[in-house]
């Protein structure tokens, strides 16, 4: 173990009343606002733009450098650059720290609003047209709701080594409506608890049974082609 990547994080908004230092082999740990584990910028508040600001500032440097790198016109090419190097990294863990405040969708987006408007023929193009026409992509923001969904799939049928209880709970029986693997939706005080996975995903989960009458029999890789001709729109925070 390395003493030096050790430190301490106290989460919430009141600090402690005395500093709690800790050592190991006699060496103190320092007490940090921040700290990243497993490639996720963890602050106090729980909050994501602190780590949100570092991918994004990372993206647009890896998405220049493509532009820069490639003299092609192909955009076919261009675009699975981008796919491999840049949304590799927007998308890592998004799980985790998948943001639900408007400023911090936005700042993500951006990257994905620049890129394509770069590439030859489709500067004139709105946003949506270039992704929708000429790119064939979704939004960013869309592209976090299938994520959630797919990991909730593989939760719920157990295609991970992760306890369904840790995470949901089923609705009752006497809702009839929809699939029988709904989820009960928590009522949170607090919007960090809004914006955890296992309550942001109940809603568009639930959506399903309207859409796919025995998704439950779905392999994975069907169930990720089949969310994406649905229209989650109602359940993105900007449109």
């Not at 699939?179 to 639930?206: E, I, P």
Request: with cysteine; net charge positive; glycine share 4%.
């Amino acid at each position: 173990m390395s003493i030096n990547k050790c430190c301490i994080l106290s989460i919430g908004r009141i600090p402690p009343a005395a500093p709690a230092f800790l050592y190991i082999d006699g060496q103190q740990m320092s007490l940090v606002s921040s700290c990243c584990d497993l490639g996720v910028l963890v602050s106090q508040d729980l909050k994501p733009t602190a780590h949100i600001k570092q991918m994004v500032a990372s993206a647009h440097r890896r998405a220049h450098a493509i532009l820069r790198s490639f003299w092609s016109g192909d955009i076919e090419t261009l675009i699975r650059a981008f796919n491999v190097y840049v949304l590799s990294l927007l998308e890592y863990n998004s799980t985790v720290w998948s943001p639900q405040g408007k400023q911090d969708i936005e700042c993500i987006e951006r990257v994905l609003h620049r890129y394509p408007k770069r590439l030859p023929g489709l500067k004139s193009y709105s946003y949506k047209g270039r992704l929708k026409n000429r790119l064939n992509l979704t939004t960013l923001e869309m592209q976090r709701v299938h994520i959630d969904l797919v990991w909730c799939y593989k939760i719920v049928f157990e295609l991970v080594d992760v306890n369904f209880d840790d995470f949901f709970t089923l609705a009752p029986l006497s809702q009839t409506r929809g699939h029988k693997h709904k989820l009960y939706k928590q009522r949170c005080s607090m919007n960090v608890g809004t914006s955890f996975f296992a309550n942001r995903v109940a809603d568009a989960w639930n959506y399903l049974g309207d859409n796919i009458t025995d998704f439950n029999s779905l392999p994975a890789f069907k169930f990720k082609r089949t969310i994406k001709l649905i229209d989650f729109t109602m359940f993105l925070k900007c449109d």
